[in-house]
Each structure stands twice: as structure tokens, then as C-alpha cells.
């Protein structure tokens, strides 16, 4: 199984950016897919999350700002970010664990189990 982020660069207040992040080894129906971040000195956190049937969860923080997808042909998991702020500056993390349809897709860091090595986001005020 492989995650591999790119998409990650600098970008000013009010822009955009878009993460993508290359998946190998998982079978769609079985899994979720998130977004985290972690900026310097802080916690690795919850951006989004989607789940095998398309639904999906985000932090409030990114709430109407940010949308995660997929391109299910291609393997791509994908993080539209739009009306950057200079706090959303972090390294930005894709992550698969198995999960059931029976609940949500996870927004908890611990409950993902294969990670990417991570992309660089920086937002300049």
C-alpha cells in the first residue's frame, strides 16, 4: 500500500491550492480516506475525510473552504482548498484506513492506520 502527496506550494491569503494524493494497494469499498495537517509545534489534526461511498466530513476550521474527492479510475485522492488563511500553513498529510459504511468516515488521527509522507502548505497574509 503507497500514499504519495503532491500539490503542496506557497500561496497568499485568499488563494487556492489544490492537494493530490496518488493511492496504490487499497480496494476502494473497504476504505476511507483523510486529510490531516500539522503545523509546527502543534498537533497532527483532522482536515477531512470520505468515505468508500462518497460521504464525507470536515474539521469546522475548513468548513465551506476546503473539498475533499476522488477520482476512483485514476486512484486519486484530491483536497481543494480555496480562501486560504495563513493559520491553514501546515504539512498536510493523506491517510487510508479500512472502515465500514455503518459509520462515518473517521476524523481521528489514531484511527488510520497507512500514511503519505506529507506536502507543504504555507500561506502568507
Known amino acids: 500500500v503507497q500514499l504519495v502527496e503532491s500539490g503542496g506550494g506557497s500561496v497568499q491569503a485568499g488563494g487556492s491550492l489544490r492537494l493530490s494524493c496518488v493511492t496504490s494497494g487499497y480496494s476502494d469499498s473497504r476504505y476511507c480516506m483523510g486529510w490531516f495537517r500539522q503545523a509546527p509545534g502543534k498537533e497532527r489534526e483532522a482536515v477531512s475525510a470520505?468515505?468508500?461511498?462518497?460521504?464525507?466530513r470536515y474539521a469546522d476550521s475548513v468548513k465551506g473552504r476546503f473539498t475533499i474527492s476522488k477520482d476512483i479510475s485514476k486512484n486519486i485522492l484530491f483536497l481543494q482548498m480555496n480562501s486560504l488563511k495563513p493559520e491553514d500553513t501546515a504539512m498536510y498529510y493523506c491517510?487510508?484506513?479500512?472502515?465500514?459504511?455503518?459509520?462515518?468516515?473517521?476524523?481521528?488521527?489514531?484511527?488510520?492506520?497507512?500514511w503519505g509522507r506529507g506536502t507543504q502548505v504555507t500561506v502568507s497574509s
Open positions: 491517510a487510508a484506513t479500512a472502515c465500514s459504511r455503518a459509520f462515518p468516515p473517521p476524523l481521528r488521527r489514531v484511527e488510520y492506520t497507512d
Open positions: 470520505i468515505r468508500s461511498d462518497g460521504r464525507t
